[in-house]
């Protein structure tokens, strides 16, 4: 008979445990450093294949060139990258 009695649907709910855990959890900072401005689109190119291949080549060197947009953006992820001490 008591058992039956908990059946009931106007019977309270058994209590609720709460416990509390620590864990570590990797978040994600923000980053101080913009990203450099990339180089203007190349647009329509001429006719002339040499023309091409000197456009070509000189947006490559835009890109990779010594200090250029590929070196800028490398250094602002390795800075933005860096484990604090």
């Known amino acids: 008979?008591?058992?039956a009695a908990c059946s009931?649907?106007?019977?309270p709910p058994a209590g609720v445990?709460?416990?509390?855990?620590?864990?570590?959890?990797?978040?994600q900072r923000p980053c101080k450093v913009?990203?450099?401005a990339k180089p203007a689109p190349v647009g329509s190119?001429?006719?002339?294949?040499?023309?091409i291949a000197f456009i070509l080549?000189?947006?490559?060197?835009?890109y990779e060139g010594d200090g250029?947009?590929?070196?800028?953006?490398?250094a602002?992820?390795?800075?933005?990258t860096q484990e604090d001490e």
């Open 76 to 80: 602002a992820l390795d800075s933005c």
């Open 45 to 51: 190119l001429p006719a002339d294949y040499k023309a």
């Open 1 to 3: 008979m008591p058992l």
């Open 8 to 11: 009931h649907p106007d019977c």
């Open 57 to 62: 080549k000189a947006k490559l060197v835009e």
């Open 34 to 36: 913009e990203a450099p």
């Open 17 to 27: 445990r709460v416990e509390y855990q620590d864990r570590v959890v990797e978040t």
């Open 68 to 74: 250029k947009w590929a070196d800028k953006m490398i």
